[in-house]
């Protein structure tokens, strides 16, 4: 299969128990999730962009500031915070039919275009070899399980870190995948996923109060 048609998703809930309407709250004059739209939308190879969400403020201000992006208003049955992501996924693959979709979150405001068209192209190139795309990142420190054993290193051996052989944490900042892999597996991940690599500081991922602050202070610095 050649993959020509690559649809963005983005799911976004209205509420948030840890950081309260972080998704549309202000970052540095902008409401959050319009980074990520901004992103997406700077990216050539990405045919659709789309976001599934029941808020009323993000509808809003999407159908206000970015028209270009459609809107699906979430169901009823796929709004309890229960619900797995990958199911409301399965339901919005099948409103537009793509070769590959692309998932990602507003929570993720640092993440830059040139890191999603490298992961693009990367699967791409690898493809059918590889059939799905994960993001990762790299973890050189001496680890422990709860039961006080050494995970990546023997600690008879003083290693330096960056000698460490690395460990890498799924960072669920970015997500390639078929509609067949999501619906035959109920997960993202196909039986060949391809691990891509990022710059931690582009994964910052808005999950707590201090995360929203620490984002706040790296973009500001940015500027």
């Known amino acids: 299969m050649k993959i020509e ?12 128990k840890r950081v309260p309407g972080k998704n549309y709250r202000l970052m540095c004059g902008k409401p959050l999730y319009a980074y990520i739209i901004e992103t997406l939308l700077a990216c ?16 809003e201000g999407l159908a206000r500031d970015y028209p270009q992006v459609k809107v699906i208003v979430r169901p009823d049955h796929l709004r309890a915070d229960t619900t797995p992501t990958n199911e409301i996924l399965i339901h919005d693959t099948g409103l537009v039919s793509a ?17 999603i068209s490298s992961a693009i ?12 795309l994960f993001t990762v990142t790299r973890l050189q420190t001496r680890l422990w399980d709860q039961l006080g054993r050494a995970i990546n290193h023997n600690p008879a051996v003083l290693l330096r870190t960056q000698d460490l052989p690395p460990i890498y ?32 500081f582009e994964a910052i991922d808005i999950d707590e109060e201090i995360d929203f602050t620490i ?4 973009m500001e610095h940015q500027k």
Do not use: W
């Open 99 to 115: 070769d590959l979709y692309l998932q990602t979150h507003s929570t993720n405001p640092l993440l830059k275009p040139a890191t």
């Open 121 to 132: 192209t990367r699967l791409r190139d690898l493809y059918p070899e590889y059939d799905s």
């Open 5 to 16: 048609k690559i649809v963005a998703l983005v799911p976004m809930r209205h509420d948030s």
């Open 169 to 200: 944490e799924e960072n669920s900042c970015l997500y390639l995948f078929t509609r067949e892999t999501l619906v035959t597996r109920r997960n993202r991940l196909g039986e060949r996923p391809l691990m891509f690599e990022m710059d931690p």
């Open 44 to 59: 050539p190879e990405i045919s659709q962009v789309m976001v599934d969400t029941d808020s009323p403020d993000i509808q």
């Open 215 to 218: 984002a706040e202070t790296m």
